[in-house]
């Protein structure tokens, strides 16, 4: 009867190496297909960020368009129209504006 209790013991791969090698493929598939991208990612947005200047035209999080006219090491002031400035968090500026913007300054059309 005992030896019955011994045999439901034992595992069927063997092992205890044997069933971590899947939790080891896990760790890896998700470190090339998702860690090390964000990183790659996050260490561009702070180059770009410690590379800003005034003038540059950038786009922010929040969708505002604006050229740089004033920079702190956490604030960055843009002129989103002609004399209206607004200030923004450093790390709110997403990427430099690729398009150009219109030519009149103001991306709003007139309904008519």
Avoid at 65 to 93: C, F, M, P, Y
């Amino acid at each position: 009867m005992t030896s019955l209790a011994y045999a439901a013991d034992a595992a069927p791969g063997g092992s205890a190496f044997g069933s971590l090698i899947p939790m080891i493929l896990i760790f890896v598939v998700f470190y090339f297909l998702l860690i090390r991208p964000q990183q790659q990612k996050a260490k561009l947005q702070q180059a770009f960020l410690g590379s800003l200047k005034k003038g540059d035209a950038v786009i922010t999080s929040g969708g505002l368009h604006g050229t740089i006219k004033g920079l702190t090491d956490k604030v960055v002031t843009l002129e989103i129209a002609e004399n209206i400035r607004v200030k923004v968090s450093r790390q709110n500026v997403l990427s430099p504006v690729s398009a150009p913007t219109d030519k009149k300054g103001d991306g709003c059309k007139s309904g008519g």
